[in-house]
Nanobody, 125 residues
Framework: QVQLVESRGGLVQAGDSLRLSCAASGRTFSSYTMGWFRQAPGKEREFVALIRWSYTYYADSVKGRFTGSRDNAKNTVYLEMNSLKPEDTAVYYC????????????????????WGQGTQVTVSS
């Protein structure tokens, strides 16, 4: 069993930066694929980024602006969000998966077994 606890999001202005963190329990954290997803009102949950070992993979909409990282010693993953836009407004979730499939396959939320509680990020224009 893995429990994920996300940091608080916030209200920022367009162009600002914000870092989210997600602390995980469990001794096998380093072997999990960690994903970041988001869900805006009235929309489906969408992939943002994933971190597996030293590999990262991003949605086109955030590539070049967001950076995912992990600290296995702290059982924590991070999502550094720069140059935020109003369309980045959503509830952000971290997720964990023990399975090993292609990075592209792991962009589906159905691949993930464990989820954080979600944190609201609002970007004003």
């Amino acid at each position: 069993q893995v429990q994920l606890v996300e940091s608080r999001g916030g209200l920022v202005q367009a162009g600002d930066s914000l870092r989210l963190s997600c602390a995980a329990s469990g001794r096998t954290f380093s072997s999990y694929t960690m994903g970041w997803f988001r869900q805006a009102p009235g929309k489906e949950r969408e992939f943002v980024a994933l971190i597996r070992w030293s590999y990262t993979y991003y949605a086109d909409s955030v590539k070049g602006r967001f950076t995912g990282s992990r600290d296995n010693a702290k059982n924590t993953v991070y999502l550094e969000m720069n140059s935020l836009k109003p369309e980045d407004t959503a509830v952000y979730y971290c997720a964990a998966s023990p399975i090993l499939q292609t990075l592209a396959t792991m962009t589906s939320p159905r691949r993930y077994d464990y989820w954080g509680q979600g944190t609201q990020v609002t970007v004003s224009s």
